[in-house]
C-alpha cells in the first residue's frame, strides 16, 4: 500500500515562494506518475501539476495547469522518494489546500484525479494580498 504525506504549506505574502513536498512510502516510487492537485474553499479539486515516473533514459514528463505554468515547477528525486512542488510568484487566489498523489506503476503525467489511486492528507497554502 502506497502512502504519501505532504509538508511545507504555510502562509505568504503574495508574490512569494514556498516549496511543498511530498514523500511516498510502501511501494517502488520511481516508477510511477505523481501529482498535485488543489482545493480551494467552495471549489472543486482541481489539477496542479504532474511528473511521469522515471523512464529508462533517467527522465520525466511533466505537465502544468495554464494557471500556475511559469511559476510552478515539479520535480522528483527518486533517491529520497519524494516529489517536490516549488512554487514562485504566489498569487491569492492559489490559497487552497494541497493535495499530493501517487499513481500507477509506469503512469504518465496524468491531468486526471482518476490518474492516481493514493492521495496524501493535504497541506493549506494560504496566499495573503
Known amino acids: 500500500q502506497v502512502q504519501v504525506v505532504e509538508s511545507g504549506g504555510g502562509l505568504v505574502q503574495a508574490g512569494g515562494s514556498l516549496r511543498l513536498s511530498c514523500a511516498a512510502s510502501?511501494?517502488?516510487?520511481?516508477?510511477?506518475?505523481m501529482g498535485w492537485f488543489r482545493q480551494a474553499p467552495g471549489k472543486e479539486r482541481e489539477f496542479v501539476a504532474a511528473?511521469?515516473?522515471?523512464?529508462?533514459?533517467?527522465?520525466?514528463?511533466?505537465n502544468y495547469a495554464d494557471s500556475v505554468k511559469g511559476r510552478f515547477t515539479i520535480s522528483r528525486d527518486n533517491g529520497k522518494n519524494t516529489v517536490y512542488l516549488q512554487m514562485n510568484s504566489l498569487k491569492p487566489e492559489d490559497t487552497a489546500v494541497y493535495y499530493c498523489?501517487?499513481?500507477?506503476?509506469?503512469?504518465?503525467?496524468?491531468?486526471?484525479?482518476?490518474?492516481?489511486?493514493?492521495w496524501g492528507q493535504g497541506t493549506q497554502v494560504t496566499v495573503s494580498s
Open positions: 510502501g511501494g517502488t516510487f520511481s516508477n510511477r506518475g
Open positions: 511528473i511521469s515516473w522515471t523512464g529508462t533514459t533517467g527522465t520525466s514528463t511533466t
Open positions: 498523489a501517487a499513481g500507477s506503476r509506469f503512469g504518465p503525467a496524468g491531468t486526471y484525479q482518476s490518474n492516481y489511486a493514493y
